[in-house]
């Protein structure tokens, strides 16, 4: 316990630092895109999603990425689908439904929406055993259909907890539609949400992962970090995985594999 402590204590520490030394400060009154901004920062910077925060240069996440598992010492879920489970339908709303069944070593789930071009859809399994403040999600995803193309894709997520009481609280998807990679935003009592491109992908499956720490959010893919987003929260969250559509979105087909969640110490 001490160990992962102090190991936690350290990050934090290492990030304070950055925040003051390594940040750069961008302008909130200058329109910069992502894209523009990823060009004129060195080439030792994070992708940053909302730039007016600062952004954390590569070595932080070199660090984070080559101890993760010394920072997130608990294991809190760890599958790999083995056990097969028949096919279920949920009904998510009068809109549309969720089909999830496990078999051949991997869970799969397609949302079919009748779509209204307003609503987005999410179809979600929640993981309800714990609530981490800081944490990291992984699944090996293969986004087996999306339609229209790009208007969905396949996800891991985190949202504030106690989130039905609370329309301003934030929901956050890491997205891969089988050709890019996104942070799609939103509260909870919004409609919709944003979406805030991150890169591309060109094959299948592709590991999607979110790590939390200390108010930081970093998105990787294949085990290399390609956004970062600082949402200044503390937690308690409740983590989750699954399907959406855009307003637009009719279905999205998505298998997971070698889902993996891990935590801080404590909590």
């Known amino acids: 316990m001490k160990k992962n402590l102090f190991c936690t204590i350290l990050l934090f520490l290492f990030l304070s630092v950055y925040s003051v030394d390594a940040y750069q400060q961008i302008d909130e009154n200058t329109a910069v ?11 030792d910077s994070v992708m940053a999603l909302n ?49 999830v069944v496990t078999e051949y070593g991997q869970q799969d789930i397609d949302l079919f929406v009748n779509t209204d071009m307003i609503h987005d859809h999410v179809g979600k399994i929640n993981f309800n055993r714990d609530f981490p403040q800081n944490f990291e999600i992984s699944a090996d995803v293969t986004v087996r259909d999306v339609y229209p193309k790009s208007r969905g894709g396949c996800y891991v997520s ?61 998105f990787w893919v294949n085990d290399v970090c390609v956004g970062q987003y600082h949402d200044g929260k503390n937690g308690s969250f409740r983590l989750s995985y699954g399907a959406l559509t855009y307003a637009d979105g009719e279905t999205a087909c998505c298998s997971f594999d070698n889902l993996l969640i891990r935590k801080v110490g404590g909590k």
């Open 33 to 43: 895109s992502n894209q523009e901004q990823q060009e004129d920062l060195a080439d």
């Open 51 to 99: 730039p007016e925060k600062g952004v954390v240069v590569r070595g932080v996440t070199d660090v984070l990425q080559a101890n993760h598992e010394s920072f997130f010492p608990i294991t809190i879920a760890d599958d790999s689908f083995s056990k097969q489970v028949d096919a279920v339908l949920h009904n998510i709303d009068s809109d549309s439904v969720m089909r």
């Open 158 to 218: 985190f949202s504030e907890k106690g989130m039905t009481n609370n329309a301003d609280a934030a929901e956050y998807y890491f997205v891969a539609d089988g050709q890019n990679v996104m942070l799609y935003y939103k509260t909870v009592g919004s409609s919709s949400g944003k979406v805030f491109p991150v890169g591309t992908v060109s094959e299948m499956p592709v590991k999607i992962s979110i790590m939390h720490l200390t108010g930081q959010v970093f």
